[in-house]
């Protein structure tokens, strides 16, 4: 079963930038990964999950209007990785954020992003 670990949250003040990263382990072997639609996830205290970012096999990428502009997913298929380059953060942005496939599998610890001053 194919399993995410995410990395890269942390604390950082509103208009500053983390990059995330989430491994995929447990991948069949011929590297399938490259054929998974991959995406960001987020739940902030209190809400539902919701879909920030996605990145599509061919590495066409779509986000969540709250992000866009801000938010730059990508992947690297030799290494079973996603990332989520996030600049000019803001409060809001404060949520655990998990990778996954879309449509979701099994989910992963995720990593908090704190946007505070």
């Known amino acids: 079963q194919v399993q995410f670990v995410e990395s890269g949250g942390g604390l950082v003040q509103p208009g500053g930038s983390l990059r995330l990263s989430c491994v995929a382990s447990g991948v069949a072997s011929g590297n399938i990964f490259i054929l998974f639609c991959m995406a960001w996830y987020r739940q902030a205290p209190g809400k539902e999950r919701e879909l920030v970012a996605r990145?599509?096999?061919?590495?066409?990428?779509n986000y969540a209007d709250s992000v866009k502009g801000r938010f730059s997913i990508s992947r690297d298929n030799t290494k079973n990785t996603v990332f989520l380059q996030m600049n000019s953060l803001k409060p809001e942005d404060t949520a655990v954020y998990y990778c996954?496939?879309?449509?979701?599998?099994?989910w992963g610890q995720g990593t908090l992003v704190t946007v505070s001053s």
């Open positions: 996954n496939r879309v449509p979701p599998s099994s």
């Open positions: 990145v599509g096999a061919t590495g066409s990428t």
